[in-house]
């Protein structure tokens, strides 16, 4: 292939690590995407319980919350629950995100024509 080629200036152990840096940028780049997908749903578990309010507030006319408030609690309970686990899922995935992209950063000054093909 030729990206071979495109590494001899680096030497000859960065030759012979090619296929080990190539297949470590691989795993990153599915790991990166993986943590987009966490980020994505993150994001739409977060939308559920403000959809559930929104439509609690909608239909608010139809009842009275002091009557209704056994049962109002244990669902604005769980959506701030929901809410809670969006938000970790989001943070987690970012967190995530920003290590591969280190890790991606370091491989690159490592071996600058890596950076030619990954950007």
Avoid: W
């Avoid at 939308?47 to 309010?53: H, K, N, Q, R």
């Avoid at 009275?64 to 244990?74: D, F, G, K, M, Y």
């Avoid at 969006?86 to 890790?103: E, I, P």
């Amino acid at each position: 292939m030729s990206v071979e080629a495109n590494f001899s200036d680096e030497g000859p152990s960065a030759n012979a690590n090619l296929p080990l840096i190539l297949g470590e940028v691989q795993v990153l780049l599915a790991e990166k995407r993986t943590s987009l997908s966490i980020i994505r749903s993150g994001i739409a578990v977060m939308a559920l319980p403000l959809s559930i309010s929104s439509l609690l507030i909608a239909t608010s006319r139809y009842y009275a919350a002091t009557e209704v408030l056994h049962l109002l609690i244990p669902v604005l309970v769980l959506c701030v629950a929901v809410a809670v686990l969006g938000a970790y899922l989001v943070v987690h995935g970012l967190r995530n995100l920003h290590r591969h992209d280190r890790h991606l950063s370091r491989l690159k000054q490592r071996l600058p024509t890596l950076a030619e093909i990954l950007d």
